[in-house]
């Protein structure tokens, strides 16, 4: 999705073009590899690690707030790094709204009850107004 707003925002490489027809559920390894040589060719620098999971956290937050994801995906979405480095990074330098939404988020979700100690619902509106609250607060860089 990303790639195909690129495209449409002017951004016109040949490996950008074709990574926008790449399928949702792509290896992961294999979309990083595109995504970068699509970077490179557009003469974009790779952002900085704990940046992009901020970004990514955000639009998270957004994608909850917006009705697109519900509360059990966000426990299983992968915005933070592979390296499981990405919470705890926002947990030490992130912003408020950014520390008290990644306090929310399990595992899984079905581990909310033992990993945050919150029942099913109350969780799930906890983690909307903690959504809320970060879609709500100031962008931490362009873009966000």
Partial sequence: ?????????????????????????????????????????????????????????????????????APADVATDEWAAADGRGATDIENAGTAEERAFVSLIPQCACCTGYTVG???????????LAALALTSSAPIGPGC
């Avoid at 390894?29 to 901020?54: K, M």
């Avoid at 919150?118 to 909307?128: K, N, P, Q």
């Fill in 1 to 69: 999705m990303i790639a195909a707003e690129a495209l449409v925002a002017g951004v016109d490489t040949p490996a950008l073009c074709d990574l926008a027809g790449w399928p949702r559920g792509a290896n992961t390894r294999d979309l990083r590899e595109a995504f970068e040589r699509a970077l490179a060719e557009a003469g974009i620098d790779l952002p900085d690690p704990g940046l992009a999971r901020r970004h990514a956290l955000r639009r998270l937050a957004a994608r909850l707030v917006g009705g697109e994801v």
């Fill in 118 to 128: 919150l029942d099913r619902r109350t969780w799930d509106a906890e983690l909307r």
